[in-house]
């Protein structure tokens, strides 16, 4: 039987200045603390609220020792570049969408621009768009063709930045986010593609604690990362070492907080429209060009400086879909790569071994035992799982549905 979890209070706590005191505000029981040290996220713990001081210091050291201590950005060069930031939407939440423009607008990088792209053009958008456009960075743009993928390729196409950021419609960017990306970029002259971590904004609904159970780039602690695909093989090597699938995409970084080198974005072929939201493959398309970048040859590089802040998921239905969503779009990617380039199938006929071992650790250790306990819903597990295996066949379907839609866009000549 589930337990339905109780709000968590989500604090952010600079590690060089004195700790704040984890109230509960009479409703937190819990809270979960995103540890900074000089603005850097350096690692997350999960406290119980009223914990003492001492305790408190304890606890935040064990976690943190041993962790890289990266120094704040810096200056970039005396022409820093332009950083075009593309932000796909459907418009059904425009107040998320005004604020995360907002905060976009206050970011302390000297040149950059902001792509809002409406993915279901309605003239009922009208007063939206000339609220958007009245900020002189903003440029609204159409994509009639329906899909995320579709849209975020229209806005690399207006896209005039050196660098290309893809975020989403439901992000808070702290004002040195743009600048972490850029001194992320020119201090590897190297990386093709820098991403960070996603924090979540806030933990008030069971939707969105277990959107934050289900996994992706959620460490404990969060260190500098470079990927890079070792020549001839179907494996990444990290910096630190470390030899990963190059199909273990969950370990490159989240959708809302990915930034390319412009040129390399559009060498790649950008995103593929058969995969993403709005379309039968659901999703999909994030890792599929990460993975692409680096069967390229790129580098990638995870940065802790370069977070944001992400509003999860709030309502169960829709948590319910997401879920069935992600396992979908996982191997509907996969599907995808090997029909986009043969060579993937021997690389997946490689991976498969491992994959079955690594579903198993992941659907038959703490998520089952989060399952068995109660923590985390057995529904959304199973509906991941039933995603996973509707994936190969949602994206033929998905290709057939892109073009029919491409079709009826297209003028007849």
């Known amino acids: 039987m589930n337990t339905t979890p109780g709000p968590v209070r989500v604090l952010l706590v600079e590690l060089t200045a ?37 305790e408190l210091r304890t606890r935040i050291d064990e976690v943190t020792a041993g962790v890289e201590v990266l120094p704040p950005p810096g200056p970039v060069a005396a022409d820093p570049p332009l950083i075009s930031v593309v932000i796909p939407s459907v418009f059904e939440r425009p107040d998320l969408l005004l604020a995360t423009v907002e905060s976009m607008l206050k970011q302390d990088h000297p040149r950059f621009e902001v792509v809002v792209v409406d993915n279901r053009p309605s003239p009922a958008h009208r007063d939206l768009i000339a609220q958007l456009e009245s900020f ?71 939707a969105q604690l277990w959107f934050e159970r289900a996994g992706g780039v959620a460490a404990p602690v969060y260190r500098r990362v470079a990927f890079r695909r070792r020549p ?53 398309e994030d890792p599929d060009i990460l993975v692409r970048l680096l069967f390229a040859g790129h580098t990638l590089v995870f940065d802790p400086r370069v977070y944001i802040l992400h509003t999860h998921v709030g309502e169960y239905d829709e948590l319910r879909g997401r879920m069935f969503g992600y396992g979908c779009g996982y191997t509907a990617m996969l599907t995808g790569l090997a029909f986009g380039d043969p060579r993937h199938v021997l690389g997946l006929a490689a991976f498969g071994l491992r994959a079955v071992g690594l579903l198993l650790r992941k659907f038959g250790g703490a998520r089952r035992e989060a399952v068995t306990t109660g923590e985390f819903p057995r529904e959304l597990s199973r509906l991941e799982l039933r995603g996973l295996i509707a994936g190969p066949w949602r994206y033929l379907r998905s290709r057939r549905t892109v073009r029919r839609w491409t079709r009826a866009l297209t003028p007849p000549a």
């Open 136 to 206: 002189p960075q903003v440029t609204v743009v159409e994509q009639p063709l329906r899909g995320k993928s579709a849209a975020c390729n229209r806005g690399i196409a207006a896209a005039r930045g050196d660098i290309v950021t893809m975020t989403d419609d439901d992000v808070e960017a702290a004002p040195g986010w743009l600048s972490a990306i850029a001194y992320a970029f020119a201090a590897d002259p190297g990386a093709a593609c820098v991403t960070g971590p996603l924090l979540p904004r806030e933990l008030e609904t069971p």
């Open 18 to 54: 004195p700790l704040p005191p984890v109230d509960s505000l009479d409703r937190y029981d819990s809270a979960l603390l995103l540890l900074f040290r000089r603005g850097v996220p350096v690692g997350r713990l999960t406290v119980p609220c009223g914990i003492e001081a001492d």
């Open 232 to 284: 001839g093989t179907f494996l990444v090597t990290t910096s630190g070492g470390d030899v990963r699938s190059l199909y273990q995409s969950g370990h490159f970084g989240d959708g809302p907080n990915m930034s390319f080198r412009a040129d390399v974005l559009r060498a790649i072929g950008g995103f593929d429209t058969v995969l993403g939201t709005g379309t039968p493959a659901l999703a999909g």
